[in-house]
């Protein structure tokens, strides 16, 4: 007879069959049943009076309705990554907070000290340039509010009026009492839209440039305002679709830019001195001077120079102001006609040898336009000697860079009738139409299909962004994004009532500064291991997408994050993007910022590594020396 070896089907009646299979269920269930009874009482700790008055405590003496609220004020899933043991549940050392800065801090602009700066040659205004403090000199501290700072006033009413506790500084509304700059009323600013050489109002004043060239056909997208003051030229120009990048050194005239930013206007602490200005070339399509004191004339006409260079082809230089129509303010400039001649007749000789053309000059205005190639001024070096055209130069290159003698080269065009580098598409088309940079093939690595998905990836981000900060009901305003790449963030942020500062590293992978602008934004060159050029308390919202990642092995990130403290205004929101370990690594540091923050998952879902992190900077203000308290 066969033997049944194991695994051989042995036979038995389907009753037994039945019998067995029931028997085997019901035995495994109860043994589970009997496991999760067991698990549950031993994961149950016994109550004890100690750990009861522990809530109790952080429940009352805490001040808010729930933990959970008070850890993260956004409105999404939090995650944790946070290792969690027993043993740390009665620890109270915590994490060590950072301290205040002294009082004396409170618009400190770190590489913009003035201090520092008179360390420096006087020549071309070099002490007035960034000089950024040595590791010696690196603070560790909090930049404190004014004791009395408040939000300050939401777009468009905030175009108008200022806090005077958030800038308590008088100076302007005296020097410049004239010109309608500033007024103090009350407990606040008031911003008329005066100008040295607009007594008229900003608006009356671009009006009279619009009767000269087209401001309202959707060309002219991206200005530039060199000594801009407070701003006011480009503050009415944004109702025009236009936006304007406002510059003004820290100079005596105390805190041009701070009023700028605090009215929500672009703007930025910056000086044409011996280096070359943080833009790109062919960036803006028009630049104003007014009353800037720009020395235009001197230095071989270099200041003329650096203006070509960022102007796009085609582009508008708007001059009013000393020596345009000397002939009748001459007395009021206290100044010789001779003096104002010859400063005119060296600026007109400028503008012709770097192959400008005179458009028009009618009452205090003058105007002139850079061509749209370079076909003709390449055959003009027979009659203009100097400047030459550069040779070998990249054009871009821009951070700490010195100022050269030389003409930027435009992009070669078959024509005479073509626009060097690609005609750009009117506002608002130009936000999303495929820059020339990039259909013609000038950054490598980036293509139309990358451009494309890139404005599909942001329109998905930003709709994320919209379930964890409350970006539709006007909050914020002035927005800086760190890491701008193409300017996807800035595209998708553009239909809310923001403006966005796109920053490129200088060491990145690709230059795309120039895509932005030729995208109709704004933005600048900036290398994070350094302070930015503004001053505290002047973005409402900073994203920063991989910034952390680029940096983590060039310097501190701890004092990247505190730059940002610095620059963001209390209750301020940060979005950052990075992997999971070094999100959590910049957490437990704006921890002990007094950030209130929560990590949340990637928009793709839980099983994208990449997650982001997003925080809001309580409200917390310095208190008033002895000096403060007296006046």
Not at 101 to 120: F, I, L
Request: aromatic share 10%; net charge neutral.
């Amino acid at each position: 007879m066969a033997k049944d070896y194991n695994g051989s089907p042995k036979h038995h009646g389907p009753l037994d069959a039945k019998r067995n299979r029931i028997t085997w269920i019901l035995g495994v269930s109860g043994l589970c049943i009997l496991s999760y009874i067991m698990g549950s009482w031993k994961s149950t700790p016994t109550p004890t009076t100690g750990q009861y008055d522990t809530v109790a405590k952080v429940g009352c003496e805490g001040g808010s309705s729930s933990s959970a609220s008070k850890a993260s004020p956004f409105s999404s899933s939090n995650l944790d990554f946070e290792s969690h043991h027993q043993l740390d549940l009665n620890s109270s050392s915590g994490v060590q907070e950072f301290p205040p800065c002294d009082m004396k801090y409170s618009e400190y602009t770190p590489c913009q000290d003035q201090t520092r700066g008179r360390r420096y040659d006087r020549n071309m205004l070099k002490y007035r340039e960034r000089h950024c403090p040595a590791k010696d000199e690196l603070m560790y501290c909090l930049i404190p509010a004014p004791p009395n700072y408040k939000p300050p006033f939401r777009w468009p009413q905030s175009r108008d009026y200022a806090w005077y506790d958030n800038i308590p500084h008088k100076e302007l509304s005296i020097e410049k009492a004239i010109q309608n700059w500033i007024q103090v009323e009350g407990d606040r600013f008031r911003f008329p839209g005066g100008g040295t050489m607009f007594p008229r109002g900003a608006d009356a004043y671009i009006d009279e440039i619009n009767e000269l060239i087209p401001l309202k056909s959707g060309h002219i997208r991206t200005a530039i305002d060199t000594g801009c003051g407070v701003a006011s030229w480009g503050a009415y120009l944004l109702k025009r679709d236009i936006i304007a990048m406002s510059f003004a050194p820290r100079d005596t005239h105390e805190a041009q830019v701070q009023f700028a930013l605090e009215r929500g206007v672009p703007a930025m602490i910056g000086i044409m001195g011996s280096q070359r200005l943080p833009y790109p070339a062919r960036a803006f399509d028009m630049a104003h001077c007014s009353r800037c004191l720009i020395p235009w004339g001197k230095y071989d006409g270099l200041y003329l120079i650096e203006v070509d260079r960022i102007l796009r082809p085609g582009g508008y230089w708007v001059l009013s102001g000393p020596p345009i129509r000397w002939q009748k303010h001459w007395k009021g400039w206290e100044r010789t006609q001779e003096d104002l001649k010859r400063e005119q007749d060296e600026i007109e000789r400028v503008a012709a040898s770097i192959c400008w053309k005179k458009l028009i000059e009618k009452d205090d205005l003058a105007i002139w336009q850079k061509p749209i190639n370079h076909n003709e001024c390449v055959k003009s070096r027979k009659v203009f000697k100097t400047p030459h055209i550069c040779q070998g130069d990249n054009p871009d290159i821009a951070w700490y860079k010195e100022l050269e003698k030389c003409i930027t080269p435009l992009p070669e065009v078959t024509r005479s009738d073509k626009v060097s580098g690609g005609e750009l598409e009117k506002w608002p088309k130009r936000a999303f139409t495929l820059p020339p940079r990039i259909s013609s093939g000038s950054i490598p690595g980036i293509n139309a299909e990358k451009f494309r998905s890139d404005n599909d990836m942001w329109r998905d981000r930003i709709a994320r962004y919209r379930r964890l900060a409350p970006l539709t009901q006007g909050k914020y305003r002035n927005v800086m994004d760190m890491n701008a790449y193409l300017g996807g963030f800035a595209a998708a942020m553009s239909k809310y009532p923001v403006w966005v500062m796109n920053v490129v590293p200088p060491n990145s992978d690709h230059d795309t500064l120039g895509v932005i602008y030729e995208r109709g934004f704004i933005g600048t060159y900036h290398d994070w291991c350094e302070a930015f050029s503004t001053y505290p308390r002047t973005y409402d919202m900073i994203h920063a997408s991989g910034v952390f990642s680029i940096y983590q092995d060039r310097c501190n990130i701890t004092l990247i994050l505190l730059e940002m403290d610095r620059i963001l205004r209390p209750e301020g929101t940060v979005i950052l993007r990075e992997g999971v370990e070094l999100l959590v690594k910049i957490k437990s540091i704006t921890d002990a910022m007094r950030w209130k923050s929560s990590i949340t998952d990637h928009e793709s879902g839980p099983f994208n590594p990449e997650k982001i992190l997003v925080a809001e900077k309580t409200y917390w203000t310095g208190e008033a020396n002895e000096n403060q308290s007296q006046n």
